[in-house]
């Protein structure tokens, strides 16, 4: 019978916490530099960046199988192997995404971590934490009010045709309710009427464009260079035309520097930036990462979903822009997520059946090969649940020894850094192995339907790729615009390598469809859009938030 467990919010309210500037004193920083948030969180300088370090200290990226609607646990593995590292006598950080108030209200929750390998203070973190996303929000929403603004202007018109703007208003809710509105109601005092909406804070270009930029000045340039619309006569039209990037700049003062925090067991953590990996690149801001290398001789980072979304954008995208090059992947897996692509229905992802595994085991074998793609033989991390057993746990490890992989069981969301350390000694190694030699998949100089070619058919499998009408008219806009040398941002579900969320396991014999494309040319990538998505999540039948409280002493209960 399993044991009780507390819960991560119980788990998280009863650890221990040291002042932040503790935590940066073990990283060298002196508590004057820090922009303090409490005594708990703090904004670091970007003055602290040193490339000189950066090249010299390890980086490794934690990616995943396809998840199940729950997700495979990679923060949560992330946090446990930082601590792991730490545990062993290493000095590393962990970096990693934000979490968006929208899940969790809604159904998965927040994304500090699970269970002994979490980062503290969780509720803060989970909620609204040093403001990131609500300056993100008012950059964003400051642009969009610019060019009503504009529409309405008599003397300063740039000619915009309403009916081509792109940029919508973001808000960090879910709430579908605003996916399509009608805005300008009410008479000529009140704006010109046109259809609108919202997308999700994290789904927004100025998150992307945060998350890419090098510097301040960076971070200007690419604001100015984001593309609002088109005139009546087809010519496109970007922020700076609006003057816009000096303001959304300003709001973004703070939010460009990176925050500091802990983990459970006192080690550093920095956690910046959070767009989603199904719309956007799916990884922290390249400036947490190049932080991270400053301070610490390994950093362990995560990308979003999947390998096939998060990992591939952190390679060909976060890369390129970064300069950065990881020196170890750690691939998580659960038994659950192996047995859900081997044919089990919800209801038996806790139930052993080693056949399920075995059938399922061909979804972790794409992503293996996928990781070599990029240069680097990853490290299977088995993330362990108490449903799981010893025989299925072998067989996965026997399967994976057969690819020239090891695969290790981590137990950090019941142990914490312990619970790592067979993982921690396995990434040390594999960062020191002369044979895991970083590459991306394809050159950017390649035309946009090679690159998304390449993608299709190396890393999901497809046969080819097809092209709507819109899609085929839009790939001369494309050009037009000078975005052919652009990496391309992949927009898919999650759920599976094709564009099918059906298809769970390796799917073979299929073909990839292109829809449309949108245009991130701030952020400096195209996004070709498979199938159906959505930019601005509805909550589900019986939201997290109806089971969420704080008493008079100001104690949260139900947070996740």
């Known amino acids: 019978m399993q044991t009780p467990v507390p819960s991560d919010l119980h788990i998280a309210q009863a650890a221990p916490i040291k002042h932040i500037k503790e935590i940066a004193a073990r990283l060298g920083i002196s508590a004057d530099d820090l922009h303090y948030f409490g005594k708990t969180k703090a904004k670091l300088p970007l003055a602290l960046l040193n490339e000189e370090k950066i090249a010299q200290h390890k980086l490794i990226l934690v990616t995943a199988i396809n998840p199940t609607p729950a997700g495979e646990g990679k923060t949560t593995v992330s946090i446990g192997l930082a601590d792991g590292l730490n545990h062993i006598g290493k000095n590393a950080i962990a970096v990693l995404r934000e979490p968006s108030l929208g899940p969790v209200f809604g159904m998965k929750g927040g994304a500090a971590g699970g269970g002994y390998a979490q980062v503290i203070p969780m509720e803060d973190i989970n909620l609204h934490f040093t403001g990131d996303f609500a300056a993100i929000e008012k950059a964003n929403n400051l642009l969009a009010a610019l060019i009503d603004n ?25 709430d579908r309710a605003l996916r399509n509105i009608i805005i300008g109601l009410g008479g000529t005092a009140n704006g010109i009427p046109r259809q609108d909406g919202f997308n999700i804070t994290p789904a927004s270009e100025v998150m992307a464009i945060l998350c890419l930029s090098k510097d301040f000045e960076d971070l200007k340039k690419r604001l100015g260079n984001i593309l609002v619309g088109f005139t009546y ?57 190049k932080m991270g290398l400053s301070l610490a001789d390994y950093v362990v980072t995560e990308a979003g979903f999947g390998a096939d979304l998060g990992a591939e954008k952190f390679m060909n995208i976060k890369c390129g822009y970064g300069a950065l090059k990881p020196d170890a992947i750690a691939l998580v897996a659960t038994l659950r997520a192996l047995r859900h692509h081997g044919g089990a229905k919800k209801d038996q992802y806790n139930t052993p059946n080693a056949h399920f595994i075995e059938i399922g085991f061909a979804n972790l074998e794409k992503h293996i090969d996928n990781c070599r793609q990029f240069g680097i033989n990853p490290v299977v991390a088995i993330n362990a649940f108490y449903t799981d057993t010893p025989q299925e746990t072998e067989l996965v490890q026997q399967l994976c020894a057969a690819k020239g992989v090891q695969a290790v069981v981590t137990r950090c969301w019941a142990e914490g850094g312990i619970g790592s350390a067979q993982l921690a000694h396995a990434i040390v190694q594999a960062t020191q192995n002369p044979q895991n030699s970083f590459k991306p998949l394809y050159d950017w100089a390649l035309p946009v339907e090679q690159k998304i070619h390449t993608i299709a058919t190396q890393i999901y499998g497809a046969n080819g790729v097809e092209y709507a009408a819109k899609a085929k008219a839009q790939l001369k806009t494309i050009a037009d615009l000078g975005l052919n040398q652009l990496p391309v941002c992949m927009a898919k579900t999650q759920k599976s390598f094709s564009d099918d969320e059906t298809k769970v396991g ?6 990839i469809h292109v829809r449309e494309f949108e245009y991130a040319t701030g952020a400096g990538f195209v996004i070709p859009i498979l199938g159906e998505l959505m930019r601005m999540p509805g909550l589900p039948a019986n939201p997290a938030a109806e089971k969420m409280d704080i008493d008079n002493n100001g104690v949260i209960s139900g947070l996740s």
């Open 150 to 174: 504009n529409l309405q202007s008599k003397n300063r018109s740039l000619g915009i045709d309403a009916r081509t703007i792109t940029w919508k208003r973001v808000m960090d809710m879910n």
């Open 233 to 289: 006569q087809n010519q496109p039209v970007f922020a700076h035309q609006l003057n816009a990037q000096g303001a959304m700049a300003l709001l973004l003062k703070d939010a460009i520097k990176p925050n500091l925090v802990q983990t459970l067991e006192g080690n550093p953590a920095i956690l910046h930036g959070g767009p989603f990996a199904n719309i956007a690149q799916g990884t922290n801001t390249i400036i947490a990462t």
């Open 506 to 511: 390796k799917p073979t014999n299929f073909t």
